[in-house]
């Protein structure tokens, strides 16, 4: 079952419709409304799927990984992990940098990279002393937390996989269109950064790799430098073109996600992490 996205957990209960998405984002925002009003310190609305918290979770995570010196698969399941738990849960019920240390926690258990939770606590700690505690009780109970609202289902299927699958087939059925080991970063990299955004929960893995293959090739590839002749750039964008259109791919999701992309390196240029830090402080000392 795990080997297999189609049949896996992931596509059967973690992979939502836009309206069905937008439905639980509602209930929780409608829930945030009353947290709010009946605190005795009411502190800033804010809500986890806000662009720039998005961001900012995404750097915590990166944050902490490198600390404990974890693989980019392994933080890819934490960002997930962290994107479906506050699909349930409201940021105004939690310690946000408890749950990212969490997240990476069960996520390292989860990739086969696992690390004491002593050893995440301790490096959380020094990260952030003001909001994680010597003691990794707190870490340990939010463990069991973000399992129960994941509802146990931790296997993750991730678009690296289906990238190296695309890279070979896109080679062998037009040569040309063989990624050279710079595109092949560059995509690796643009699914790296596809976790800020929610594509991971809406559109399958194979989707979001193909996505990232279209906009290395057709908007980064005329910009390096040396530039490709104009003929060779043209040619293999038409031949991607028809390699996309032989693939059974669908294009529809496919155009939603570059156009995702796209918004989400626009968006990135407006970041502003001293405002989120102050935001989510407010809002710890608010419960």
Known sequence: MSANFWESSQRAHWLFSKKSLKQARDAILENDKALVKGSSRPGESLNAFDPQIRLYIHNLILMLGRQLGL?????????????????????????????????????????????????????????????????????AECEFYLIEELDSYLIVHHPYKSLNQLAKSMAEAYPSLQLSSDEMQSTWSMINDSYITDLILLYPPHVIAMACVYVTIVLKSPHVRPAPPLERIKARIDLLATYLGDSGINLVKTTECVQEMISLYVRWETYDEATCRSRIASLILAI
């Open 71 to 139: 693989r980019q698969r392994v933080l890819a399941t934490a960002e997930l992990y962290s994107a479906r738990f506050f699909t349930k849960v409201s940021i105004h019920e939690v310690n946000l940098y408890v749950v990212v240390a969490a997240c990476v926690y069960v996520a390292c258990k989860t990739e086969e990279s696992p690390q004491h939770i002593r050893t995440v606590a301790s490096e959380a700690r020094a990260l952030w002393p003001e909001y994680i505690t010597p003691d990794p009780t707190k870490i």
